[in-house]
């Protein structure tokens, strides 16, 4: 049987930015009638792809073409106009104006100049019964759920006569039922004959409505797959890879499970959980222990550590800290506790940008002596520059804007804030995404060296090579649940997968 | 440390400048402006009014730049203005003159202040209101406050010890300079060399990471409200005691506008952060300059909003880097950026 033509067909794509290949020689297509998905972890090149396909980005080299022909918008507003609509992420629409509004925002039916209300919300109600969403369309839209919002977003997508539909992370936001609502539209609108692009990091979610995925890694196309072919593990296999064994040379100097499940707890959770956070856990993490997380983005792995630091505070469940109850209100509490948290996002979370690297350096041991009793200049300038010097940050200039720096030595600096604090818990969220192998490989050293002086580490990285290296023990989450915890004895990076793709409770 | 230093001059650069300019201009258009004389042991001369009366707004401005550095605003000072001196004249008419009441008045009137700030410091930083609404509350609460303990009269006073504040000499300048001068000493001797600045500055230039990095954000931000508040209440002081009377209806009327103005040209954001208490006091000095200068020169007084106007607007397109590479031409309107170009913000896909 003849393939039909695809509505999209994207080859040789080739995008590059200052110091990234994005995406490197990228295939992609999508037929009319079917739910795509496009499938890779954070930094695999999903974003970029789909800026390029909806003009946002144009392309250092490659072909897009639309039904047949060739295309190269120049902005989003041009791909619009030539039937591909994007429903991003986060909901772009004004929470303050009602559903109708918001669905013709800006092709609003007009006389004279005047807007024609009835029209509009006449064309709005249409739109939305198609995705049988039957609403108020005069009410505020922030009145609406989420779901509805998200639906909304949708249906003014469709209003411009959309063949392509490109949905971004659209569920990443609703509960299991909203999901279903969503889904459902999905596979209508398929039915209707649209080319769907969904992106997700939900494996199930996936797996229910898409027909055809496409994989991504580091920029590279991986491969197209048919759903039926794959199964929930080859998928985040592939998604994940095998990394290059950087770290063989890891001398083995932390000290070994035994030791560690002999030293006292230092830390012990119970029950410990948030709404919409990380359902309840119990968690031990001994003196001079590495516990690794390992899960899926969005399976909880940062909202778990948030919650141990005090970034968040649980509504369910108690810690104790050396056996004592205590309550992780605030991250002060957590640093008063001798706990760090180095924090995912580096630049919203970590860095106060305009500040210099010294500055930014003793922020959290400054908090902690209080305004009153400030470190000398002297002072700073030693701990800046003993951690310049220790962790190779560059430029070596403790007066530099941390701003100014790449993404490997801002890194450092959260880093070098967090050790001067002499915690006795480190937690560190992705503390290796997006930095060079270099930094890489001495985070990961100095992790080691960390853990036989005596401090605990939780580990939190999407590279499951990088966690099993360095962990005593692994635990793994899943939607939002830790769904098993193993002792780092003869464990293969599959057998997390597994527990990863399947919730398989080990 | 010389990159830091290059980095202020840089900073306050233009406004020094744009001061500079002004003063020339007076002086060409009037060569006696520069002119000081000492009469009974008290200087006098254009110079020393400029000093002088902007004594209270240089008060204001530096409460106002700690403020703006947290990314917050202080509506409220012009009616703390009203309020301290309505307080105090009041308790000074009603009162047998004596320096120990001109203290008690004082002590009350700048005991109220801090009251004052420590209500905007709670509705910012424990409610969360953002500061533009939350001090205009008081700003428009305040005025009527005023008008309450003034009985909606002028109040005015005739007390030595009292108006010395305001028009007082010691060591041969005006006693008003001395305190303006005393304040921006200690406060920026607080700032520096306690941590609080650095605190308040990553605070302004992340909140959130600032939380994270355990900083009790709620506490400081409190604390410069309270601050502002009391500042503003000094300057109360001296302004009505200048005129002898509180006016709770004029007294520091639009002086939260020359403030934040102030605190703009000095060189600090209005989104949080670096801060200079240094430029804050240039900028009162720049706006105080103007009113002398519209004065001196004779400009007809329907004009002076206009000429006050374009000079500030002259002092922020010089400050404003896009402007600046426009004035310089194209060949250097892309300088070569040590670090990598940012990618494209999202861009929303709009109709």
Same mark, same amino acid.
């Given at each position: 049987m003849p393939e039909p033509q695809p509505m999209v067909r994207m080859s040789g794509i080739r995008k590059e930015f200052p110091g990234v290949l994005a995406l490197d020689d990228v295939a992609f297509r999508m037929f009319p009638g079917e739910v795509h998905a496009l499938m890779g972890e954070n930094g695999a090149g999903k974003s970029t792809l789909i800026k390029v396909l909806t003009g946002v980005y144009g392309v250092d080299a490659g072909t897009i073409e639309l039904n047949g022909g060739a295309v190269a918008f120049s902005g989003p507003g041009e791909a619009q106009q030539a039937g591909v609509s994007t429903?991003?992420?986060?909901?772009?629409?004004?929470?303050?104006l009602s559903v109708a509004e918001n669905v013709c925002l800006g092709r609003e039916p007009r006389r004279f100049g005047r807007i024609q209300w009835g029209p509009m919300r006449r064309r709005a109600e249409e739109l939305l019964a198609r995705l049988d969403v039957h609403v108020d369309v005069s009410a505020e839209l922030s009145t609406c759920s989420i779901a509805v919002q998200q639906l909304v977003a949708i249906a003014r997508a469709l209003d411009v006569d959309a063949r392509v539909l490109v949905l971004d992370e659209p569920t990443s936001s609703l509960d299991t039922g909203e999901v279903e609502q969503l889904l459902k539209v999905v596979r209508s609108l398929r039915e209707q004959g649209l080319a769907i692009l969904f992106v997700s990091h939900f494996i199930d979610q996936v797996f229910a409505v898409a027909d055809r995925m496409t994989v991504l890694r580091n920029g590279k196309l991986i491969g197209e797959y048919r759903t039926a072919d794959i199964t929930p593990v080859e998928l985040v296999t592939k998604m994940i890879g095998k990394e290059l064994r950087v770290l063989e040379t890891l001398e083995d100097s932390g000290p070994t499970r035994a030791e560690v499940a002999g030293a006292p707890v230092l830390l012990s959770a119970e029950d410990l959980g948030r709404k919409g956070g990380v359902e309840p856990f119990s968690l031990d993490v001994h003196a001079g222990e590495v516990v690794g997380l390992a899960g899926l983005l969005g399976s909880g792995r940062t909202e778990l550590a948030r919650l141990l630091f005090g970034a968040d505070h649980a509504d369910s469940g108690s810690v104790r800290v050396d056996g004592e109850l205590t309550n992780l209100r605030t991250p002060r509490a957590g640093l008063d506790h001798r706990i760090a948290f180095l924090s995912e996002n580096r630049k919203s979370e970590g860095l106060v940008e305009e500040l210099t690297v010294r500055e930014n350096i003793v922020l959290a041991l400054q908090a902690s002596r209080g305004w009153a009793r400030p470190l000398s200049r002297r002072r700073q300038d030693e701990i800046a520059r003993k951690y310049i010097e220790t962790l190779d940050i560059r430029p070596a200039d403790p007066e530099a804007l941390v701003g100014n720096l790449s993404g490997g030595n801002q890194q450092k600096v959260l880093l070098a804030r967090w050790l001067i604090t002499e915690p006795r818990l480190l937690i560190l969220d992705e503390p290796t995404r997006g930095i060079d192998i270099g930094a890489k490989t001495e985070i990961q050293r100095l992790v080691t060296q960390l853990s036989a002086d005596g401090m605990a580490v939780v580990y939190i990285s999407a590279e499951l090579e990088e966690v099993l290296r360095l962990s005593h023990r692994v635990v793994v989450l899943r939607d939002r649940k830790v769904v098993a915890q193993r002792e780092n004895q003869g464990l293969t990076a599959d057998d997390v997968m597994a527990t990863m793709a399947e919730g398989v409770q080990a | 440390m010389t990159a830091l230093t290059g980095l202020t001059k840089h900073r306050l650069f233009w406004p020094v400048v744009a001061l500079l300019v002004l003063l020339l201009g007076d002086l060409i258009a009037s060569p006696s402006f520069f002119k000081i004389e000492l009469r009974d042991g008290h200087l006098y001369g254009n110079l020393v009014d400029i000093l002088k009366n902007g004594a209270p707004l240089i008060l204001i401005a530096i409460g106002m730049t700690l403020v703006i550095a947290t990314r917050g605003i202080d509506l409220s000072v012009g009616s703390v203005v009203a309020i301290s001196g309505a307080l105090a004249c009041l308790w000074v008419s009603d009162n047998p003159d004596g320096v120990g009441t001109t203290l008690v008045a004082f002590g009350l009137a700048l005991g109220l202040s801090l009251l004052l700030g420590v209500w905007n410091g709670w509705l910012v930083a424990v409610l969360g209101i953002?500061?533009?609404? @939350?001090?205009?509350?008081?700003?428009? @609460? %305040?005025? %009527?406050? @005023?008008?309450?303990?003034? %009985?909606g009269q002028i109040i005015t006073v005739n007390s030595h010890s009292f108006e010395w504040i305001g028009s007082g000499f010691l060591f041969t300048l005006p006693g008003a300079i001395?305190?303006?001068?005393a304040v921006f000493v200690l406060a920026s001797l607080l700032v520096r060399r306690s941590a609080l600045g650095l605190l308040v500055e990553a605070v302004g230039g992340n909140p959130e990471a600032s939380r994270l990095a355990g900083?009790?954000? @709620?506490?400081?931000?409190?604390?410069?409200?309270?601050?502002?508040a009391l500042c503003a209440g000094i300057a109360g002081l001296m302004i009505s005691a200048n005129v002898h009377s509180a006016d709770a209806n004029h007294a520091g009327l639009f002086i939260e506008l020359d403030a934040i103005l102030a605190v703009v040209v000095g060189g600090t954001q209005l989104t949080g952060g670096r801060f200079s208490l240094g430029g804050a006091v240039i900028g009162a000095l720049l706006i105080q300059t103007l009113t002398t200068t519209v004065y001196a020169l004779g400009i007809p007084p329907e004009a002076i909003m206009l000429f006050k106007a374009v000079v500030v607007l002259a002092v922020c397109l010089l400050q404003s880097p896009a402007f600046r590479r426009k004035l310089r031409g194209r060949q250097r309107a892309h300088p070569v950026s040590p670090e990598p170009a940012p990618a494209p913000e999202k861009v929303e896909v709009g109709a």
């Open positions: 429903v991003y992420q986060e909901v772009n629409l004004c929470p303050n | 953002q500061p533009i609404i @939350a001090t205009l509350i008081l700003m428009v @609460a %305040g005025r %009527g406050i @005023a008008q309450l303990i003034s %009985g001395l305190i303006a001068l900083l009790r954000s @709620a506490r400081l931000t409190w604390l410069v409200y309270v601050f502002c």
